[in-house]
């Protein structure tokens, strides 16, 4: 299984139409390898869903993420974690391990699309990069 993380610093990006960078893992059995890094260059979410399913990746774990690029995913059959805070190594393992911890409303949307507005998801915060 090939997964992506949307990737800053070391970091899980918290907004995946803005990533740069993803890093990419190979999982095999319960274990993350060291993972590669994979420029992104912000392009966009649709832009960015196509990127991961022509590098061949079955999932994408991030932090906040909008209703089109939630759609965008699903279309190129890539299964989504969203909501994930911390370390991209973690994230990674965790998934490996099926320990990962996902958040359903992880939305971060700046069109009026969503019911839920950066800043405003309960427990989930973009983290200061959603970029208003």
Request: glycine residues 18%.
């Amino acid at each position: 299984m090939k997964v992506a993380v949307t990737y800053e610093n070391g970091q899980v990006f918290q907004h995946f139409g803005h990533s740069k960078q993803f890093k990419v893992y190979e999982i095999q059995g319960q274990q993350a390898g060291p993972g590669e890094i994979l420029d992104a260059g912000g392009s966009g979410h649709s832009a960015l869903a196509q990127l991961l399913q022509q590098a061949g990746v079955d999932a994408l774990i991030c932090g906040g993420i909008g209703g089109g690029a939630r759609e965008a995913l699903r279309q190129a059959g890539i299964q989504l974690y969203a909501g994930v805070t911390g370390p991209a190594d973690d994230a990674a393992q965790a998934l490996a391990q099926g320990t990962l911890q996902s958040v359903d409303d992880a939305t971060c949307d700046h069109h009026g699309e969503e019911h839920h507005h950066c800043g405003h998801h309960g427990d989930h915060h973009c983290g200061g990069h959603c970029g208003k």
